[in-house]
């Protein structure tokens, strides 16, 4: 890791092309609208300043170019095959072996490979609402927006817990709403990681209350980011802790080039939701019909490219740096905090030309740094720089 060095002595990025923006003369002048462009330089402008939002610039996937002149789709239940054979599902059951062992599911599971973790999320809502018709969704005031677009597309009854400061859920506002229900299945969304906060839900608490008051329930696990992390730092993210569906995201820490997630599930939960179609002489029980078949073989590359070992080294890195970023931040007068064992640094909003140059996802008067395995300590110099050189005068 390389030394702190004073702000004054910051290098420039290496080896890339973004040059500092520190005045509203020069974003005048030279900042390109990125959303606007398919421009191959400004993607990679915009990739060497990607702080805000987790994507993973680092693993390389230039190996999977050959797979891409076949037409490949998963259409149908990956353990029942269909009648379309290009396909990749073989591949995609191994890479939900390697979920299934990384969230010690002990009983029988069943799951796919998706579009998003947004898909996931809808899937294990969707077995949720199957399994308690009647039942109430509880989500707290930090879920992802799906989440709540997802309650809406299913017409579930929801009701939303306050969050504590830190993100998590108000597990007292949500025993008092369970009390209220008594008797009324939960549907229970619990964040592993919150969108702005990074916080986690103690799904173990959470369990506690309903069994407290003997109400059945369905947990389903937003994973998004932290999902896959998680178990690489402690083992309490795990089936055997009342989790019965779980989502995350592919192009997050996995850093696939394209939008794909993984849901995994209790395999006796299928049946509430599978059709039979002679069309694709398959079994519909995915949100999506036809389904990218190029993401089994990425997620498969990465997976034994990386090797646990691999993916473990990366995210203590991770957590390293961003500790190292709060560290430096308030020792440097800026109200920074993150939650423990997370790699989301929450600090006061900068100047819109900051949070644009680095992409920060922002919410009020707060943004974050995802600290993610292609950032480092010199891109976040940088960024610091920037920071302070733009606040306004007080």
Not at 14 to 39: G, W, Y
Not at 139 to 164: E, G, P, W
Not at 228 to 250: M, Q, R
């Amino acid at each position: 890791m390389a030394e702190t060095l004073p702000l004054s002595e910051v290098p420039p990025l290496p080896a890339i092309d973004c040059k500092p923006l520190l005045d509203d003369k020069h974003i005048r002048e030279n900042f390109i609208n990125v959303q606007a462009s398919t421009d191959e330089d400004a993607w990679k402008d915009a990739g060497c300043c990607l702080l805000g939002y987790p994507c993973n610039m680092l693993y390389n996937y230039s190996d999977m170019h050959d797979t891409m002149k076949f037409h490949l789709n998963n259409v149908g239940d990956p353990y029942r095959g269909s009648n379309y054979r290009i396909n990749s599902m073989e591949i995609e059951k191994e890479v939900l072996d390697f979920f299934a062992k990384h969230w010690h599911v002990e009983e029988e599971y069943w799951g796919y490979i998706t579009s998003s973790g947004t898909e996931g999320n809808m899937e294990g809502l969707y077995i949720g609402r199957e399994r308690f018709p009647d039942g109430i969704l509880y989500l707290s005031k930090d879920s992802h927006y799906s989440i709540f677009k997802i309650a809406r597309l299913f017409r579930m009854k929801f009701q939303v817990v306050n969050s504590q400061e830190n993100g998590e859920m108000d597990y007292a506002e949500f025993e008092q709403l369970i009390k209220q229900n008594a008797g009324t299945p939960a549907i229970i969304n619990a964040n592993i990681g919150t969108t702005m906060k990074g916080a986690v839900d103690n799904i173990s608490k959470i369990a506690e209350i309903l069994e407290k008051y003997k109400t059945e329930f369905h947990v389903h696990a937003d994973g998004a980011l932290m999902g896959f992390v998680l178990p690489y730092i402690y083992n309490n993210l795990s089936f055997k802790k009342h989790i019965n569906s779980i989502a995350i995201s592919g192009h997050k820490f996995l850093g696939t080039p394209f939008p794909c997630g993984v849901f995994v599930t209790e395999k006796k939960f299928r049946s509430l939701i599978e059709n039979r179609i002679d069309y694709i002489d398959s079994v519909d029980d995915t949100i999506l019909g036809s389904r990218n078949g190029h993401a089994p073989l990425f997620l498969k590359h990465i997976i034994t490219v990386k090797q646990n070992e691999g993916f473990k080294e990366d995210v203590f890195r991770c957590l390293y740096l961003a500790q190292w970023l709060v560290n430096r931040m308030q020792s440097l007068g800026i109200e920074a905090w993150m939650n423990d064992l997370s790699i989301t640094v929450i600090f006061p909003r900068p100047a819109e030309i900051v949070v644009k140059r680095w992409q920060l996802a922002s919410n009020g008067n707060l943004s974050h740094v995802v600290v993610m395995p292609h950032v480092t300590q010199e891109m976040l110099e940088v960024f610091l720089k920037e920071y302070l050189a733009n606040l306004s005068p007080s």
